[in-house]
């Protein structure tokens, strides 16, 4: 069996090249270039030209033959331009999730089979696993890494089954450690490497920067929601009410996100699940739209006239609003997105400011004090049945079932307890505890113990 290793310049693959090599495999290498900055002002850190001379310097110590590819034009039309037109709709979108649907495991692997390859590895902390059925056919489950600070699973949770057969993820069954320790042994040029950071075979870089080649800067108002708001809110309450309604017995309802950042927990302030099953499933389709439907913000602020100083000059102001002030103005509501912190330049406060929600239409971001702001927190979202995807259609639900199952909403989050509700238009997806930054755009990723089952952009 031929296989192409793609080859980064990072420690992870250099370890998957080498683990398949002294397992006897005929092995290659192909490094792509996915991304040309000389003619724009996106500058990475990690400058592809460094990454593909310690690639070709890995791929000598190892004895393989290596390949160059340039793959620049289908990452910029499949992966680029989809975030440009994402970010413009006032969406977050995940590169890293599209550039390995597209590129390595689409573009890359028709390049990697043009040179012979029977299947692609890369450097990936997950694991594949296949089922037979008695008539022959076989089956392909995603898996998570075994080191459960490097799963990567999240990244590839859009893989498809034909897709699948032809991948192969050699350190995933590896620690972090155990991959550097084999990369020392080894001598690799890559061993010492830090990992990349930033976006796919891009680097990291400073994304208004980035989004400004194509999104042009506009001012407008940043709006300071105040809790009082919640409290006439007829969305929010109803929202609430809802969600009362299908609690178990003894339970009282929580509409706070009990983490304050990836890796900093508060305790529940009730263990297991929260909300009666039979009562979730009597809920109708508009109940369900209700409570996974972001809030609407709509606050109005009036002028008055006043005069100031000696000469008794008029001047205007804004009338005091009980919920909500004008906190200062932003440079473009495309810019930003549902849970950033950074960027606002917004003082006066004893706790950080953070991006509730942003209407580009109007130009406007809505922004909160402190981690425990109720604009922070959902506890249901959707995907369109069509934004579906199942990695494997024998685990697919079916209108009208429901699945318990462990949820994650971005790659760094710890996975959360959530139900599973499939409808005919739409999935819902209810966690068993409010979520913090439910950012649109993103991929939710839910998983039977350690199998990905599939994802869906929200």
């Not at 290596?66 to 331009?81: A, G, I, P, T």
């Not at 130009?363 to 995807?389: F, K, T």
């Not at 755009?441 to 599939?454: H, N």
Request: aromatic residues 10%.
């Amino acid at each position: 069996m031929k296989i192409c290793v793609g080859l980064s310049g990072g420690v992870d693959s250099s370890v998957a090249a080498l683990l398949l090599k002294q397992q006897g495999y005929d092995v290659f290498a192909m490094f792509m270039q996915n991304w040309h900055d000389a003619d724009s002002t996106l500058h990475g850190e990690c400058e592809w030209e460094e990454d593909r001379f310690i690639a070709e310097m890995v791929a000598r110590k190892i004895g393989i033959p290596f390949y160059f590819v340039d793959l620049s034009k289908e990452y910029r039309k499949r992966v680029v331009d989809y975030m440009f037109d994402e970010y413009a709709k006032g969406r977050t979108p995940n590169p890293d999730v599209l550039c390995n649907r597209e590129i390595k495991f689409d573009a890359f692997l028709k390049a990697a089979a043009s040179l012979g390859a029977d299947m692609v590895a890369t450097g990936h902390y997950c694991r594949r696993a296949e089922t037979v059925a008695p008539d022959g056919s076989v089956s392909y489950s995603l898996l998570a890494g075994v080191d459960p600070g490097k799963d990567q699973s999240y990244f590839l949770c859009q893989l498809s089954q034909e897709q699948l057969s032809r991948a192969m993820f050699p350190i995933g069954h590896l620690l972090k450690s155990e991959v550097r320790e084999l990369a020392r042994r080894a001598d690799l040029p890559s061993a010492e490497k830090k990992d990349s950071q930033g976006i796919c075979f891009v680097g990291k870089v400073d994304l208004p920067v980035f989004l400004q080649q194509k999104l042009k800067p506009c001012e407008g108002q940043v709006i300071e929601v105040y809790d009082a708001y919640y409290a006439q809110n007829e969305q929010y309450q109803s929202i609430c009410g809802i969600l009362r309604s299908v609690l178990g017995e003894g339970r009282e309802l929580n509409m706070i996100t009990d983490y304050i950042s990836e890796d900093k927990f508060t305790p529940a302030i009730h263990g297991g699940l929260p909300y009666d099953l039979e009562k979730v499933a009597s809920l109708d389709d508009a109940d369900l739209d209700r409570i996974s439907a972001p809030l609407r913000y709509d606050l109005h602020f009036e002028t008055e006239t006043y005069r100031s100083g000696r000469h008794h000059t008029k001047k205007t102001r804004y009338k005091a609003n009980p919920y909500g002030v004008i906190a200062g103005t932003h440079d473009g509501a495309q810019f930003y997105t549902v849970g950033q912190r950074k960027g606002l330049n917004i003082g006066g406060h004893k706790d950080s400011l953070f991006v509730l929600a942003t209407d580009v239409e109007k130009n406007i971001i809505y922004v909160g004090e402190g981690h425990r702001h109720r604009g922070l927190s959902r506890s249901c979202l959707s995907i369109e049945a069509s934004d579906l995807h199942w990695i494997n259609a024998g685990r697919r639900l079916m209108p009208g079932q429901m699945m318990r199952c462990r949820v994650r909403i971005r790659y760094r989050q710890p996975l959360q307890d959530a139900t599973l509700i499939m409808r005919s238009s739409r999935m819902y997806i209810l966690f068993d505890q409010p979520q913090r930054g439910v950012t649109p755009g993103q991929f939710a990723a839910w998983y039977d113990g350690d199998e990905l089952l599939g994802s869906g952009v929200f």
